[in-house]
């Protein structure tokens, strides 16, 4: 079975460049969510869906970021314009549902603006 | 406030030691958890669930305590390549994943 796909893998960019990262869930997971994990802060939680609906986007750190979900099968993540503080791995995950189910991460995007 | 907290380690133990870790969470409402296993470079993996009840897999030990509101993971026999970041990980809808306790098992 396809887990989590996410591409790129890797993006290099020159800061004020526009990134945009995808991901594509597990069918028939219903709750897709976006990550951010650095040596320094660990994995923090950008924003979640439920249903193709944003969940929480308290996680955004600035309106630079913004996360869309036009269907079950597919979500971006978009930065822009990037900085070079954006630089992290960017994972992608979903699961059966937002709270008791645990969630499949895809490979992540290692993003690297300079 | 939501959190879960993790000795950061490193862990350094030799081939066939047993070790364990903990992790504390603040949610007394919390109702599933999860231990995750992430290597270098590599994404986050499901290792086990922890039930209250307290389960095993193989080398791996799995309890939780609620009264105290810690988990715990107790590895035994260590293998080289059981070498990674143990994430502990509480639901708070959604899930809270800590920061991480690396351990290194060396030769």
């Known amino acids: 079975d396809a887990g989590v796909i996410q591409s790129p893998r890797h993006e290099v960019t020159e800061m004020g460049q526009e990134v945009t990262l995808r991901c594509k869930p597990i069918?028939?997971?219903?709750?897709l969510f976006w990550y951010r994990q650095t040596m320094m802060r660990g994995l923090e939680l950008l924003i979640y869906?439920?249903?193709?609906?944003?969940?929480?986007d308290s996680g955004m750190p600035e309106d630079r970021f913004s996360a869309k979900m036009p269907n079950a099968s597919f979500s971006t993540l978009k930065i822009q314009p990037s900085e070079p503080r954006d630089s992290a791995v960017y994972f992608c995950?979903?699961?059966?549902?937002?709270?008791?189910?645990?969630?499949?991460f895809g490979p992540g995007t290692r993003l690297t603006v300079t | 406030r939501k959190e879960v907290e993790q000795d950061p380690g490193p862990f350094n133990v030799p081939e066939g030691a047993t070790v364990a870790f903990n992790c504390t969470y603040s949610n007394s409402a919390s109702q599933s958890f999860f231990w995750y296993r992430q290597d270098c470079r590599k994404e986050p993996k499901l290792l086990m669930s922890?039930?209250?009840s307290g389960n095993e897999d193989g080398r791996f030990t799995a309890q939780l305590n609620r009264a105290s509101q810690y988990i715990s993971l107790l590895i035994r026999d260590s293998k080289l390549s059981d070498s990674a970041t143990y994430l502990c990980v509480v639901n708070y809808t959604p899930l809270v994943f800590g920061k991480g306790t690396r351990l290194s098992v060396i030769a």
């Open positions: 922890v039930y209250s």
């Open positions: 869906f439920n249903n193709n609906v944003p969940i929480d």
């Open positions: 069918s028939g997971h219903n709750s």
């Open positions: 995950a979903s699961s059966l549902g937002t709270g008791v189910h645990e969630q499949y």
